[in-house]
């Protein structure tokens, strides 16, 4: 069983990312861009790129070809960001969002640094800028902090409680915003797998008990990016839920091409509504991919 699992997660994560190397060009910005315009339109997307390719690379568990194109995804999405300057610009322009932050710890977890952004960072956490963010987001900020050496360490038990995961409340509860909270929450405390044994023994639990519950539930109606986020908070436990059924599931609901549609809706044939609307859920799928078969191989 724990073959098979395998076999689903490698074909996953290497077709989707092979997916997000041929499209990137799709996700640029403007040649004549000076700032980053709608956050959601190339900004967003770049990041998340950014985001997956570090994972990958992190991880090592990719072949060359991969590894390559993950490397190739990491210096076009840095190069977009010119190198850094645009997060610099972004974060001192607007003081209070996070999202500069958050950014450019995915390049700062494959080594990549820009000083006066590091700088102007430190000096951000120094008078902690973010106490009206959500409880989850305020886990993103504490391991972006974490991920580029900036600031103390913080109280991670307090953050987390105050999460709707931390309260570990009635698993019917759950809709589909929560879900997405519950998976960040993970994502975020577990620094995306790389700290499994940081989950609260109580969460590691709940998740353990009701986790194939809610995959169950979202696959049944085809909402495909939160099945696969619900997978990789699987590939976070201290103890891997690793079901072959489920990645089954998830791995057929992939195209040939490598893309993972968000949910059971038709997809577009034009190449730049199919990145727009689906290169988040395959993201996921390249970072679900990777983090299980790390876990599998005891990376």
Not at 30 to 54: F, M, N, Q, V
Not at 121 to 127: Q, R, T
Not at 136 to 156: E, F, K, Q, Y
């Amino acid at each position: 069983m724990t073959t098979t699992a395998a076999h689903h997660a490698h074909k996953l994560a290497t077709t989707a990312l092979d997916w997000l190397h041929t499209h990137r060009h799709l996700g640029a910005f403007p040649p004549d861009a000076t700032d980053i315009g709608d956050p959601d339109r190339h900004y967003k997307p770049l990041g998340e790129t950014a985001l997956a390719a570090s994972l990958v690379l992190r991880e090592g568990v990719a072949g060359p070809a991969s590894l390559a194109q993950a490397r190739d995804l990491l210096d076009f999405t840095w190069s977009e960001f010119r190198a850094g300057d645009l997060l610099y610009e972004r974060q001192l322009r607007h003081w209070l969002l996070t999202d500069p932050l958050e950014t450019y710890a995915h390049f700062a977890r494959a080594g990549l640094r820009h000083d006066r952004l590091h700088a102007l960072l430190e000096h951000s956490a120094a008078v902690d800028n973010s106490t009206e963010v959500l409880p989850n987001r305020r886990l993103a900020v504490a391991n972006a902090h974490r991920t580029t050496g900036i600031g103390p360490d913080p109280d991670w038990t307090a953050l987390t409680r105050a999460t709707w995961l931390g309260r570990t409340p009635q698993p019917w509860a759950i809709d589909w915003t929560a879900g997405y909270h519950v998976t960040h929450t993970v994502f975020h405390l577990t620094d995306w797998g790389a700290r499994p044994h940081d989950l609260p023994p109580d969460i590691a639990d709940h998740l353990a008990t009701w986790l194939p519950v809610w995959v169950d539930v979202w696959a049944e109606v085809g909402q495909w990016d939160l099945v696969g986020e619900l997978l990789i908070v699987g590939a976070c436990l201290p103890e891997p839920h690793l079901d072959p059924a489920e990645w089954h599931a998830l791995a057929n609901a992939q195209h040939d091409d490598g893309l993972l549609p968000r949910d059971g809706e038709p997809v577009s044939d034009d190449p730049a509504t199919r990145f727009t609307d689906h290169q988040h859920p395959t993201v996921v799928a390249v970072i679900a991919g990777t983090l299980a078969l790390s876990r599998l191989l005891g990376a």
